[in-house]
């Protein structure tokens, strides 16, 4: 047992179980936002253009949280900061479901940006500092969580869908559901606030921390794509009725899951390079089937393998990041997080842009670019 371990009020897997559930409330609801994207889309009656520009306003609001988040995280620390912001999260989710106008839509998402950020950030500093508890790899099985979450919100938003069921009172739900059960774990999070004198305020990342932040970057824009514009994909290039247009979304999800929860045996067999190599190549390979045979079979083959293909880059650079020796863990995640999580909600909205001058066909293609950037970087970078 580490000395860490020892100091716990409570027995470590009270611990890592109180993680996993801060990993699984916030993908639950950011699934529950995913899987509604058409629905909002066609009860505000907006283009596919529309909808892009309306998406950048979710990046505006991680833009405003940068420092506010780096700031909120040495000052109160993870735990609070995930209890503060999970809520906010969830409410944010609310007024996405209420939206009845444009302007409205665009407020809430800023807030539902600012919300995530904050939320990324605490609740991956508590899996860093878990992960040192236990003295062995599992940040990808706590990512695996958060997968899972969107497979079980894809699978609710289907159902949903499929009964004709409000956005607005499917979030409610979905919230109340969340804040229970962040009430009950909350007691068991790391208590990691520190003295005043060992905060830290904010800093520039040093080049290793860059770097990783941009292969996070290039694989959280294919990932950010599968959430926001898979369904869109299955209703207007593959022409799915109700009942299948979450079909995609939903195999990319269950391979993703899956990917998270051997991420951490198969980095420790083959090394991480080569985890991340691979990875880049079946995100590319899996956009490009999706592209090249626009059918439903075929397109949720690429699927799954793009759902593989991301399923383990951002668990191992958030490892990876958290032992820099040059910042502390929270703010180390801070910064890498940061960077990819631009990519993750920069890129749907620019598939928006480059979908109402093309195609979504057109959009996907570079999509798959960012897979290969993934592996061409993974290459050079010393890891």
């Not at 807030?111 to 599992?138: L, M, R």
């Not at 958060?146 to 919100?153: C, K, V």
């Not at 045996?265 to 991340?276: E, N, S, Y």
Request: glycine residues 10%; aromatic residues 12%; hydrophobic residues 55%.
């Amino acid at each position: 047992m580490s000395d860490q371990a020892a100091l716990l009020p409570f027995p470590k897997h009270y611990l890592r179980t109180a993680v996993s559930i801060a990993f699984f409330l916030p993908g639950l609801i950011f699934a529950s936002w995913a899987s509604r994207i058409a629905t909002i889309q066609q009860t505000l009656n907006l283009s596919d253009a529309a909808l892009g520009a309306i998406l950048f306003c979710i990046p505006v609001g991680l833009i405003v949280s940068l420092p506010a988040a780096g700031w909120l995280i040495s000052r109160i620390g993870s735990r609070r900061l995930a209890l503060v912001g999970i809520i906010s999260y969830g409410v944010a989710l609310i007024g996405l479901g209420a939206a009845i106008s444009v302007p409205m839509l665009m407020g809430c998402m800023v807030a539902f940006g600012f919300a995530s950020n904050s939320v990324n950030i605490a609740v991956n500093t508590q899996a860093v500092a878990t992960e040192k508890i236990y003295q062995k790899p599992i940040m990808a099985s706590f990512h695996g969580l958060w997968s899972l979450a969107g497979f079980t919100g894809a699978g609710i938003g289907t159902f949903m869908i499929g009964k004709n069921i409000n956005p607005f009172y499917h979030f409610t739900g979905m919230v109340v559901i969340v804040i229970i059960a962040l009430i009950i774990t909350y007691r068991y999070l790391l208590d990691d606030k520190g003295p005043a004198e060992a905060r830290q305020g904010f800093a520039m990342p040093d080049r290793a921390l860059i770097k990783l932040g941009i292969i996070a970057f290039c694989s959280l824009i294919c990932e950010g794509a599968m959430f926001d514009w898979s369904v869109i994909y299955f209703k207007k290039v593959l022409n799915a009725h109700n009942g299948w247009m979450g079909a995609g979304y939903t195999a990319f999800m269950c391979t993703m899951a899956m990917g998270r929860f051997i991420a951490d045996w198969f980095a420790h067999r083959f090394g991480l390079k080569q985890t991340l190599q691979l990875s880049g190549l079946l995100t590319a390979i899996g956009l490009l089937i999706a592209v090249i045979f626009p059918r439903i079979p075929t397109a949720m083959l690429g699927f799954l393998l793009v759902g593989f293909g991301v399923s383990s880059v951002v668990p191992m650079v958030y490892s990876v990041a958290g032992k820099s020796k040059t910042m502390s863990a929270g703010m180390a995640l801070a910064a890498v997080s940061t960077i990819g999580f631009i990519g993750f909600l920069v890129g749907p909205p620019v598939i928006g842009f480059v979908a109402g001058i093309f195609s979504l066909r057109v959009s996907f293609v570079l999509i798959a670019v960012m897979g290969l950037f993934v592996t061409a970087i993974s290459t050079k970078v010393k890891l």
